[in-house]
């Protein structure tokens, strides 16, 4: 069975209630491939959560960007896994895999290393250990979508190669299938984050293990819709 492709916009620390309120109404004018060909979530800063919910259109779902690792209470500031299930936000971005999950939520998991890692030769070395510690607390695959973040190319404009993104990916799948099981490395998705565009957004998806994409800066601008559009490069491959 086919991978489904997976498109997340990752917010960050951007936007006003009027510019979130643009951006959500741009998305929901968009022609897109439809949900059985992608997967489409978008993930705007804590305050806007609830406002994206209530307004932006139901193929498309939200996405917390962190959560607190245990149960509420006397914990300044931070917001609980639970939280996030009343409010039926069912993503999360981030680390905290183990409580996440155990609380209903599906994650997006991100590796990836630094460019000092990289030219040490390192990279798979890295990536396999930070997916490792993901797998130690993971008893449900098909809730968790691992995304490639090479830190040096985050918010930098610099990008893996389509040839760089696909052997981590590739390389990520066959430590799945080793250390995990063969039906996991072919079913969980591995989206490729760091400076994708509109413009290199095909090719990297045209990649055999690339599903999808974790997309920043892009995210935010009209061309997030091309890089949507690129799920249809698996639909005629």
Known sequence: MARKFFVGGNWKCNGTAEEVKKIVNTLNEAQVPSQDVVEVVVSPPYVFLPLVKSILRPDFHVAAQNCWVKKGGAFTGEVSAEMLVNLDIPWFVGDKVAYALAQGLKVIACVGETLEQREAGSTMDV??????????????????????????????????????????????????????????????RIIYGGSVNGGNCKELGGQADVDGFLVGGASLKPEFIDIIKAAEVKKSA
Do not use: C, F, M
Not at 128 to 145: C, G, M
Not at 167 to 187: F, G, P, Q
């Open 127 to 188: 990536v396999a250990a930070q997916t490792k510690a993901i797998a130690d607390r993971v008893s449900n695959w098909s809730n968790v979508v691992i995304a490639y973040e090479p830190v040096w190319a985050i918010g930098t404009g610099k990008v893996a190669s389509p040839a760089q993104a696909q052997e981590v990916h590739d390389e990520l799948r066959k430590w799945l299938a080793k250390n995990v099981s063969a039906d996991v490395a072919a079913t969980t």
